[in-house]
């Protein structure tokens, strides 16, 4: 663990937690907490802010939602949307269709941000294959210019920011891919949600990351890696819903990155950032979740955050 600093070290960074930290992958599966028992206990914890999760698991009714919150002592600071943008025009009414869903519901509770998640090449629930794990000179065309005017559209419209989120299993994960996907984006338009875990996952540096493209980092995931179980699955090449179930994702600080530093070049970016505590857990017992949220968040606040 690395040692204590001072409560206001990190007076730039929001923390708070989101659906993922209570297993929670899908819109409606019966593996999962119920949303009401997601909130209570979110807020039992003593986070502040939240993301909305899988559209359709928190209700998608505005009155509703924000009653709900509010009475909890809740806050939302970001949607989360699901991405094949690499496939071109083809896709671009669909996934609009999908992000306006998100984006109307993130506006409506003063959210600031939606997570962009691109698409997996493999199902991130059986591993099947879907499609080659690289991307042709055409696809990255195609995802580059395609996320700006996703990003265009949505500020116009709903005054959000996008943040592009690397992640396990899709075509921007390693630091090859984010670089280029950030060297080919107008960072006036497309910035990152830079996920610790998902980035050491990938073979990342987030500590580099932050200090090289610090303009660009848009949000934080705070997550952490098993080094022992990800050495097993890279040796296997496990899919990541399945090295999930296995525990890839473990509970600070036992795993890496170490997240102290993080948070510290997050600060020096001197910037108002969100960072939201994500340990993938699909699926996990319903009793599971409370307690390491609770450890989580009073380990952050030995860091200052």
Known sequence: MNAPATQSSLSRIRIGSAPDSWGVW?????????????????????????????????????????????????????????????????????????????????????????????????????????????????????????????????????????????????????????????????????????????????GGDSVKLIETYGSRIGYLHLKQVDPEILADVRAKGTPFGPAVAQGVMCEPPTGVPALGPVLEAAQKLDVDLFAIVEQDMYPCEPDKPLPIAQRTRAFLRSCGA
């Open 26 to 202: 899908f819109p409606d599966d019966p593996r999962q907490v119920p949303w009401q028992r997601f909130l209570d206990e979110v807020a039992d914890s003593g986070y502040e802010w939240i993301e909305l999760g899988p559209y359709g698991y928190l209700p998608t009714d505005p009155e509703v939602l924000t009653e709900e919150v509010s009475r909890r002592g809740l806050k939302v600071s970001a949607g989360t949307v699901f991405t094949g943008l690499h496939h071109g025009e083809a896709v671009w009414d669909k996934t609009w269709a999908h992000v306006a869903d998100n984006a109307v519901l993130a506006q409506a509770m003063g959210a600031s941000h939606l997570v962009v998640i691109p698409s997996f090449w493999r199902d991130d629930k059986t591993g099947e294959v879907l499609e080659p794990d690289t991307l042709t000179p055409e696809q990255w065309r195609n995802l580059t210019s395609l996320t700006e005017r996703l990003g265009q559209r949505v500020r116009e419209e709903y005054g959000l920011r996008i943040v592009v989120h690397p992640h396990a299993d899709t075509h921007i994960d390693s630091e090859e891919n984010v670089v280029r996907f950030l060297d080919g984006t107008d960072s006036s338009l497309v910035s990152l949600c830079l996920d610790t875990g998902h980035y050491a996952y990938c």
